[in-house]
């Protein structure tokens, strides 16, 4: 398998003179913008808000609650406060592509994450016994999620619209971005990164990668040619080297 590189801080730092949204998460915001009401779910709430394309869709485990305990919700708005037009898909149906298609084809890009949990915890009891509930799921009614959803939203998304690109995070993404010992099979699994067929892995607190990365797409620059934010892991081709602005 072809090695996953982390993305090196030096080279961010030289960025990060040039162009504000890396030294402050406001500094792009679009002053004054008309937040939506919510984000829209549905094609209707686009019609509504005037759209007809979102910039970014965000898909998520969780139930859609504008509230920054919802990690979704928070992202969202962060982005909507820099002028960029966001839709959420919410535990959408991952039996088929068709629910990913909901909102059409993001301009930018797909949001995949689990939720503000980990799905295999979420789901399981450290005994692997099935949980009976689920505390971020409307009613607290459980199988509302796949287990390893990222890797599944991700594949999914990617049928609904091939070429689009996809970003994945979130906790699950996070702690599984290279090789790791599996508590749920009992094996050493993979990264996630070539099993989701994402194009870049954000993780930890990501806030600020995901605005400099959005303002990057938006901007026409290519998501294989971004190899240079902190935070970031993605996949790379056997004998790939790191950009002399890294050394």
Known sequence: MAPIMPSHPDSETARAVADPVATSLFAGAVLGCRAAPFLPMSRAEMDALGWDECDVILVTGDAYIDHPSFGMALVGRLLEAHGF??????????????????LGRPRLYFGITAGNMDSLVNRYTSDRKIRSDDAYTPGAEAGKRPDRAVTVYA?????????????????????????????????????????????????????????????????????????????????????????????
């Open 85 to 102: 037009r966001v839709g959420i898909l919410s535990q959408p149906d991952w039996h088929s592509a068709e629910p990913f298609r909901a």
């Open 155 to 247: 594949q999914r998304a990617r049928e609904a619209y091939p070429g689009t690109p996809i970003v994945i995070g979130s906790i699950e993404a996070s702690l599984r971005r290279i090789a790791h010992y599996d508590y749920w099979s009992d094996k050493v699994r993979r990264s996630v990164l070539p099993d989701s067929k994402a194009d870049i892995l954000l993780f930890g607190n990501a806030e600020r990668a995901l605005v400099a990365l959005t303002h990057r797409l938006a901007a026409g620059e290519p998501i294989e040619s971004i190899r240079d934010l902190r935070g970031t892991a993605f996949m790379v081709k056997p004998g790939w080297r790191p950009a002399d602005e890294w050394h």
